[in-house]
């Protein structure tokens, strides 16, 4: 027996209109679930649960977003895809794979596991003939999660040709600021910003010109006008590339380049804007904007799932509250490093954490004669 078109069926018009609406985060998530436990529909049920993943992971709750994966996995198993359309393959994949990006925040998943979930997402992608693009971004952040420059290299050289508005519509990449912004920040701070200036021109000369684009398929979705920038990731490529300046010492532009991605918005899914702030302000050695960025950026941070960057705040604000002449426990900083250590199998943050306490933030101080040290 013939499935019914997708299209057609009553649940997937309801997903629709949930997707649609102007529901909070939390409430459009309570809907989709709803949706996912009440429909009789399988592949709306799978696809409800996938948007389901991708809201999750936005609100940075990205062990709850690795739970989802697990019971949307088991669920794709007994799915017919077969008759399904592009955009319901290509939003499938965006939340599978927004699954396995939460499980890289959670470092109680080991690598073995994530190399699996890779592999296995992209040969469901080419199962439905899309391209696995959004699984080379993946590779990029695993690769470089445990240094290995020379693989996340090879990856963003491999995706870079391809950030563009035709593969986030055709293949589910991600819009052209965030991936750009993603694939610069795992670069690290030290890259140079004179690249850095180079990949970001589209994105910073008004969101157009990515390469390889389809002319006619853009002209019919935006009818000629340059693509609405994503605020996110527009943010994320101006703190990205702040931070590069600042490790390279060029104060000025650093604090300019910062200053415009906060006022973006507030952070909360990502911290590194405001963990941004403190670094500037720590650079440049005022107490007052020291003071500032640290009250805004720890209870941030006290909360954040994403274990990286809570590293970083936490170890930026131990350096700052020295800075300070005050007392400043290292225990949350110290937990944090042993969970990333613990998944890599090597004491790097351990390292990293006594290093940078003993030295110094690694960036160049303005003034550093007039600071004390942090020992
Ligand atoms: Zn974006």
Request: proline share 6%; with cysteine; aromatic share 6%.
């Amino acid at each position: 027996m013939a499935a019914t078109p997708i299209t057609d069926h009553p649940d997937y018009l309801r997903l629709r209109e949930i997707r649609a609406g102007d529901l909070s985060s939390q409430a459009e998530r309570e809907a989709l679930a709803a949706l996912a436990a009440t429909t009789s529909e399988p592949r709306v049920a799978l696809l409800a649960q996938t948007w389901q993943i991708v809201e999750t992971r936005h609100a940075g709750a990205h062990e709850e977003a690795v739970v989802l994966l697990a019971e949307t996995l088991g669920l794709l198993e007994r799915v017919d895809l077969s008759d399904v359309t592009r955009s319901f393959a290509r939003d499938a994949l965006m939340g599978l794979a927004a699954g396995v990006s939460s499980a890289l925040d959670v470092p109680e998943v080991d690598f073995a596991a994530i190399d699996d979930l890779i592999q296995r997402l992209e040969t469901f992608a080419q199962s439905l003939e899309l391209r696995p693009l959004l699984l080379w971004e993946v590779r990029i952040r695993r690769h470089s999660m445990v240094g290995d420059t020379r693989e996340a290299e090879f990856w963003s050289k491999r995706l870079l040709p391809h950030v563009n508005y035709t593969n986030r519509f055709m293949n589910g990449l991600g819009c052209p600021n965030c991936t750009l912004g993603v694939i610069a920040w795992l670069r690290g701070p030290t890259v140079d910003p004179d690249e850095l200036d180079v990949m970001f021109r589209p994105v910073f000369s008004g969101n157009t010109n990515y390469p390889g684009e389809d002319r006619s398929l853009l002209n019919a979705v935006f009818k000629g006008s340059p693509p609405p920038q994503c605020d996110s990731g527009l943010q994320l490529c101006s703190t990205v590339f702040g931070r590069s300046l600042l490790y390279a010492g060029r104060f000025a532009k650093a604090a300019r380049r910062i200053k415009q991605a906060r006022e973006l918005g507030p952070g909360g899914t990502c911290l590194l804007p405001e963990i941004a702030s403190l670094e500037v302000a720590l650079a440049m050695g005022s107490p007052k904007s020291i003071d500032k960025a640290c009250t805004e950026l720890a209870p941030l941070a006290e909360k954040h799932e994403d274990i990286e960057e809570r590293f970083l705040a936490q170890l930026r604000i131990v350096q700052a509250h020295r800075t300070r002449g005050r007392v400043a426990p290292t225990d949350a900083a110290a937990l944090s490093a042993s969970r990333l250590d613990k998944r890599l199998k090597r004491d790097t943050y351990t390292e990293q954490l006594a290093r940078e306490l003993a030295e110094g933030p690694p960036f160049p101080l303005k003034d550093a004669a007039r600071l004390p040290t942090f020992l």
